[in-house]
């Protein structure tokens, strides 16, 4: 899909102040799982050998990573588009800087052309208010009050998801089956309902309960392929 390509192409990931070099190295795998190529690192620990054994497969992306001073030194050289602050800590009416938009919520509100920089902050103080208050937009993950604060590569990697949810599987026979096929489908239930001895009026029930179920499940086309080959077996069975 040429969107979610483009999109992959003009998102990239600020990690500042990062103190760890394993959560560097997490988030570049967390990147690399969703297409995402582009790390920036503001001000950061050292890059030991963790940051590369924790990325994985996604180490070109730990020595590819573009280091900055500051933020500010960023924003002036890259000249981003928009920029998303992430936070645990979101507001309200006396904290307007911090009103968060759900995961879901940013990505329908990003466009694939922009050039959009997500910016997590610190392992144990998150961005600050006045680096938040740069951002375009706020980001959050609701989360269980008991337990508010998520690792950072955690959250990242749910933002990355519904950024990018409308991704399909890499794999075939995953298409769902057509109106025709489930009708088929349902035509053979019907067919093996008339040859059981029950009032008619409970063949009916039987017959709408078949279809509310292959309603509401997601039945590819192989799977009603497979199901109508048995239904045929039962019929032809139960005549013969």
Do not use: W
């Not at 645990?88 to 009416?93: K, L």
């Not at 990355?160 to 035509?187: I, N, P, Q, T, W």
């Not at 008339?194 to 499940?217: C, M, W, Y």
């Amino acid at each position: 899909m040429e969107a979610l390509k483009m999109l992959a192409e003009n998102i990239s990931v600020v990690f500042v102040e990062p103190e760890t070099p394993g959560n560097i190295g997490f988030l570049a795998r967390a990147m690399k799982n969703f297409g995402l190529r582009t790390l920036i690192l503001i001000n950061p620990c050292e890059l030991e050998d963790e940051a590369y054994y924790q990325a994985m497969h996604a180490r070109d992306i730990v020595e590819g990573a573009l280091i900055y001073r500051d933020l500010s030194e960023m924003i002036d050289s890259l000249e981003p588009d928009f920029l998303v602050g992430t936070t645990g800590v979101p507001g309200g009416s006396y904290n307007v800087d911090r009103i968060p938009l759900r995961p879901s919520q940013l990505a329908d509100a990003i466009r694939p052309s922009s050039g959009t920089f997500i910016l997590f902050g610190r392992e144990g103080d998150g961005l600050s208010n006045e680096e938040i208050g740069l951002c375009d937009m706020v980001v959050s993950v609701p989360t269980s009050e008991e337990y508010p604060i998520m690792n950072i590569t955690h959250a990242a990697a749910i933002i990355f998801y519904e950024l990018f949810r409308d991704r399909e599987f890499r794999c075939e026979g995953l298409e769902e089956a057509s109106a025709l096929e489930k009708s088929l489908l349902l035509e053979e239930m019907d067919d093996i309902l008339s040859l059981i001895d029950i009032p008619e009026h409970k063949q009916r029930v039987a017959s709408r309960v078949f279809r509310n179920i292959t309603g509401r499940a997601f039945i590819t086309a192989r799977e009603a392929h497979t199901l109508k080959g048995v239904l045929r077996r039962i019929k032809n069975r139960m005549k013969g």
